[in-house]
């Protein structure tokens, strides 16, 4: 009886007791269509070119093109909205026009949103969003670690489905940061409805999505469901992109039910290469195979759809090829290899078919625009934002894109912090040699291209994307490798050494190549002089120069001199001048002026 009654006051205490409620989340909303500047990427027009915010053709396209084509240019395919913010949680609020879902692809992929966030690496996470469908669709994302500085965030759009309208909310208090349109040239693709995204489970698993973030480049996606076919008005509108590459992947639709002709098929290739090459005389060009049926091997009509044309692909590439097209390349059936699950209706891929059509454009696109990735992390391309408190990577990258693009410099020194805080333009926010760099470096015409926590990967990035294009250097400096000390092999550090050079080699090929040994610094310097001797050997074998001017901060004992640095690693400003002072007569010097008499001379012969 007690303890009946002990029971009962204690569910009357709990039912009594007071329960507070949470307040509700307070959200900021922001409209990407409000922006100050273009925030909205994969497009290739904006603004006054286009009639609605999300679309993908411009207007005056609706009076060419066939009005199949214009209705799915309104869907928003490959765009994507680029932020930073410091948050926990993000809401993204939006209205489509259309059906939310399709008999063989589900909402998700046909109308729904999908978020990525960076990490200081450089790396893509996906973000885990609740979502409801209705006549407005929202998803939440939250329990997302947030980061001092705050994180890039990719929002991938609805891959089958028209926007009319969009906002993204964050946590009052919390800044968001627009971020612009990216200014690298885009890989431009024409296709079907594979490259659409049917029948991808969200839009960042849409093979167009995947590649933009392992080439880690902007993509342009003009592929029209049942409706890329080559067509002029089409093509025509493709040549007005200054793309990275052009990419035509249109056989599936050429071949709907083996009611075309193989020789209308052929001449739509050759005219639809010859308009292109017309109009970009120089920029790539990759004709793609028809992938094939994943039910090819039980249905001999099937197979025959995609045999035939393929045979059809090849025929006028080689006729093409034949006639001097340059820079023509051609991705074949055998090379992108879908195996017998990677569709859900035969047709069109799965999740496993995009991750496989993905890893094929990246293996064909990297050999065909001289980005090799390796096996290591030395050799596989990378951003980061490690030294954010100090500065912002990406602005950086554009003020040296901008900068030698109007001034090319003599001289480039790629590095890290090292070099990054010497001296020199751009202003770094802080500089602890500026007096010998304006004494040593600055009169020899060089330029500081260093970053500060760079990784031989993270410059091999910056190499791929433009630091060294547009110009001609007499001489490239690389310091670079100490910050991969503590994550990668000594054997991993030269073999990203070697990668790096070759890559500089592409884009430089008359420049002299300069490896400086990583410096020495504390608790490091046995080790450093055995890499040292490793990557004197490479250098050799690389038929590039090596120095090691780096010596100037060891003692009799081996050991560093503390007075030189200020934390064991950077160098102080007296630790810079010394350096310098090794590193000069390394460095290539301007040609001499001929005497007038001289001169004079050789004009006489």
Avoid at 27 to 38: E, G, H, I, R
Avoid at 212 to 239: H, Q, T, W, Y
Avoid at 407 to 428: D, F
């Amino acid at each position: 009886m007690k303890k009946s009654l002990l029971l009962l006051g204690v569910f009357i205490y709990l039912n009594c007791v007071p329960v507070f409620a949470q307040a509700p989340t307070e959200y900021v909303w922001w409209n990407p269509t409000q922006a100050d500047f273009p925030v909205i990427e994969g497009q290739g027009w904006r603004g006054k070119d286009i009639q609605n915010p999300y679309d993908r053709l411009p207007a005056e396209s609706e009076k060419s093109v066939r009005k199949a084509v214009w209705d799915l240019s309104r869907n928003s395919a490959g765009l994507m909205i680029r932020f930073r913010a410091n948050t926990d949680k993000i809401v993204v609020r939006y209205a489509v026009s259309g059906r939310h879902s399709l008999p063989h692809m589900p909402a998700t992929g046909v109308s729904g949103v999908d978020l990525y966030a960076a990490n200081y690496d450089g790396d893509w996470l996906w973000c885990n969003g609740k979502y409801a469908f209705g006549d407005t669709i929202r998803y939440e994302y939250a329990n997302m670690e947030p980061t001092e500085k705050g994180r890039e965030f990719r929002l991938y759009l609805p891959l089958y489905n028209t926007l009319k309208w969009l906002e993204i909310g964050v946590p009052k208090g919390v800044t968001l940061t627009p971020l612009p349109v990216r200014v690298d040239k885009p890989i431009v693709v024409y296709g079907t409805s594979i490259a659409q995204g049917g029948c991808a489970s969200r839009a960042g698993m849409a093979w167009t999505a995947i590649l933009g973030r392992k080439m880690d480049r902007p993509l342009i996606n003009l592929a029209f469901s049942g409706n890329g076919r080559l067509e002029k008005e089409v093509v025509d509108r493709v040549a007005q992109l200054d793309a990275k590459i052009y990419v035509l992947d249109c056989l599936p639709n050429l071949i709907a039910n083996g009611d075309r002709k193989l020789e209308d098929v052929y001449t739509l290739i050759v005219d639809a290469v010859k308009n292109l090459r017309q109009k970009q005389p120089t920029t790539p060009i990759l004709l793609v195979e028809h992938a094939g049926y994943t039910d090819g091997g039980i249905s001999p009509l099937r197979r025959n759809y995609y045999t035939e044309v393929n045979e059809v692909m090849r025929r006028a590439f080689t006729q093409l090829k034949g006639e001097g097209i340059d820079q023509l390349f051609l991705l074949p059936k055998s090379q992108i290899n879908l195996d017998s699950d990677a569709m859900v209706d035969g047709t069109h891929p799965s999740d496993l078919g995009m991750q496989q059509y993905a890893e094929a454009y990246e293996k064909s696109l990297r050999a065909i625009l001289n980005e090799p990735s390796g096996i290591f992390s030395t050799t596989k391309p990378r951003t980061q934002t490690r030294d954010w408190r100090i500065y912002d990577w990406q602005t950086r990258h554009h003020e040296i894109m901008a900068r030698v693009k109007t001034n090319p410099p003599r001289i480039v020194y790629m590095g890290n912090s090292i070099t990054h805080y010497w001296g020199g333009e751009p202003v770094a926010p802080r500089a602890a040699g500026a007096d010998s760099w304006k004494a040593v470096m600055e009169p020899l015409g060089v330029q500081n291209l260093g970053y500060g926590w760079d990784r031989i990967e993270n410059v091999l990035w910056r190499v791929y994307h433009g630091e060294l294009d547009g110009y001609k250097a007499a001489q490239v400096v690389l310091m670079i490798g100490t910050n991969n000390l503590g994550i990668n092999t000594d054997a991993e550090i030269t073999a990203g050494l070697k990668f790096l050079v070759q890559a500089i080699k592409v884009r430089q090929p008359t420049a002299e190549i300069l490896l400086i040994g990583i410096l020495p610094r504390r608790n490091e310097e046995k080790r450093l002089t055995n890499l040292n001797e490793e990557l004197a050997q490479m250098a050799g074998e690389a038929n590039i120069r090596f120095a090691q001017p780096g010596t100037v901060f060891l003692k009799p004992d081996g050991k560093i001199d503390e007075a030189l640095f200020s934390d064991g690693l950077h160098p102080n400003a007296e630790g810079y001048r010394q350096f310098a002072a090794k590193l000069q007569p390394f460095l290539k010097a301007p040609e001499q002026a001929l005497k007038p008499a001289e001169t004079g001379q050789k004009r006489k012969k």
